[in-house]
């Protein structure tokens, strides 16, 4: 049992006798440091909604421990160290800390044998059992917030989702003599990385035998460029194709992997003239898109019902209503910018290309064309950049930063916002720790068409959750002209 302090230095009194001369008391000095972390990263797989299981080790912090009773006659009675982890980001949730006081690491001395200085290399251990379950908990505790907040399971479970988590050393020590300071104290932050693997999600759409079999979709968006007043409506019209009529079963899935309310359906007609059959549907989307109450399912599936919008439609019309977590991507310059596509469900693997809009919700610019597209006075140079100044330029930003399942490896999207394609180029991504630029990595950027985007990778020698932050820059050495200049950098924070 743990003894208070008053308690502990009165009883090391009475044990040792004369042994310790009495003397003033000193404030103790207490180092903990955290010197590493591992595993670096774990995966939590699952079926059917829910995760399950975890491959890997125990969680190991190493620490170096330093105590010193401060002089005099105060020596040290015992020590205890215990964890403290913070999930970062979790889903509506935020940052959620968690204490592991019960799974600790503790020393008591014997009575004749207290040291005045303890100066030990240790590692603080969370069970195997108890780390994995931990990781679990959180995996299951995302998802569940995932899909009572996003459209459906399977948009909550279709992706990997990481969770950074912080993982922190506690101490407290006992000394013979009462200290004027808290003797609890805490060592400095690492981070390791729980990824909940992705998930089939819901079970597919089950067909029957006789189901007609779709050969060709297509997407297309009505506009998809403008620029002028906002809000706007996007038509999409979707066209499905094959040889015999009956119901088919598709979803809308959106270039950030996210699916659109849920499984929809559309039935087939032969075609005039008697040769194969064919459907044609149409919804709407009313950009920028509205953030707000999740898109409820009805009649099994099949449609869905968004509060304050139409059965089977997509259109939002009410302020603070909408599908969650289905975001078109802003820039500062109130540019809203997403990809599309259909994908057939039921077992077939047949799907519409990527369709994308970019909806500007400034002012025309002079010399515009109708409203629904632009009308630009010159055409692209052979670089990738115009034949006219302003701003008929390509437009490179980045627009995502992520960790790889390779721990030394960072995932860097870069997108074309503008109607001109841009030339390759590079990007220069400097690992930042302690204060110090301590890498330097440069990487090829692709030449992207119009609207284009890709991911590049960069490898560093270090893993990418030790950094402090990662700076990202796209053109660095300035070699192509774009129309804005403002957002070509990122920092990546692991």
């Known amino acids: 049992m743990k003894r208070s302090l008053s308690a502990s230095a009165a009883a090391a009194g009475a044990l040792m006798g004369f042994m310790l001369p009495a003397g003033p008391a000193s404030a103790a000095q207490q180092d903990l440091e955290l010197t590493a972390v591992t595993p670096a990263l ?9 995760y399950t299981s975890v491959k890997g080790p125990a969680l190991t912090a190493a620490a170096d421990l330093y105590l010193n009773g401060g002089g005099g006659s105060t020596r040290i009675e015992s020590w205890r160290l215990w964890l403290r982890l913070k999930a970062k980001g979790l889903a509506g949730t935020g940052d959620l800390t968690t204490v592991f006081k019960p799974f600790s690491l503790s020393q008591t001395y014997p009575a004749g044998a207290l040291p005045f200085v303890v100066d030990e290399e240790l590692d603080v251990t969370l069970p195997k059992p108890n780390f994995h379950q931990y990781a679990i908990v959180l995996c299951n505790k995302n998802a569940d917030t995932l899909k009572a907040g996003l459209l459906s399971e399977q948009n909550a479970l279709s992706k990997d989702y990481e969770i950074g988590v912080e993982v922190e050393v506690l101490g407290e020590a006992e000394y013979t003599v009462q200290q004027d300071t808290s003797p609890t104290f805490q060592s400095g932050k690492k981070s390791f990385t729980i990824v909940c693997k992705g998930q089939e999600g819901s079970p597919q759409t089950v067909l029957s035998p006789n189901a007609p079999l779709v050969k060709n979709v297509k997407l297309a968006l009505n506009p998809r460029t403008h620029r002028g007043s906002c809000p706007v409506n996007v038509k999409m019209v979707m066209t499905f194709e094959g040889d015999s009529p009956g119901v088919v079963h598709y979803r809308i899935v959106t270039s950030d992997k996210r699916i659109v309310g849920g499984n929809r359906k559309a039935t087939m007609t032969v ?12 919804e709407k989307l009313r950009v920028p898109l509205v953030q707000a109450a999740h898109w409820s399912t009805a009649g099994g599936g099949s449609n869905t019902v968004g509060q304050g919008g139409k059965p089977g439609g997509l259109n939002p019309a009410i302020a603070g209503q909408g599908p969650t977590g289905l975001t078109d991507v802003p820039t500062p310059d109130a540019v809203h910018k997403l990809g599309l596509r259909v994908e057939m469900l039921g077992g077939s693997k047949v ?8 909806i500007d919700c400034r ?17 692209p140079s052979a670089d990738g950049g115009s034949a006219s100044a ?15 399942f390779k721990p030394f490896e960072l995932l860097v999207q870069v997108q074309n916002l503008s109607f001109f394609p841009s030339k390759a180029t590079q990007l220069r991504a400097t690992y930042k720790q302690g204060g110090a630029n301590k890498q330097k990595v440069t990487v090829q950027v692709p030449a992207l068409k119009t609207l284009g985007s890709a991911w590049v990778t960069v490898t560093f020698k270090t893993q990418v959750a030790q950094a402090d932050s990662i700076h990202v820059q796209l053109d660095p050495n300035n070699t192509m002209k774009e129309a804005k200049e403002n957002n070509n950098t990122a920092v990546y924070q692991p």
């Open 363 to 379: 002012a025309p610019r002079p010399g515009a064309g109708a409203p629904g597209g632009f009308k630009p006075v010159a055409k």
């Open 390 to 404: 302003g701003p008929y330029l390509p437009d490179l930003a980045v627009s995502e930063t992520k960790k790889s």
């Open 351 to 358: 799907k519409s290309n990527w369709q994308t809009y970019i």
């Open 271 to 282: 075609k005039p003239g008697g040769q194969g059959a064919r459907a044609v549907t149409t």
């Open 42 to 50: 774990i995966e939590v797989t699952g079926a059917d909604g829910k």
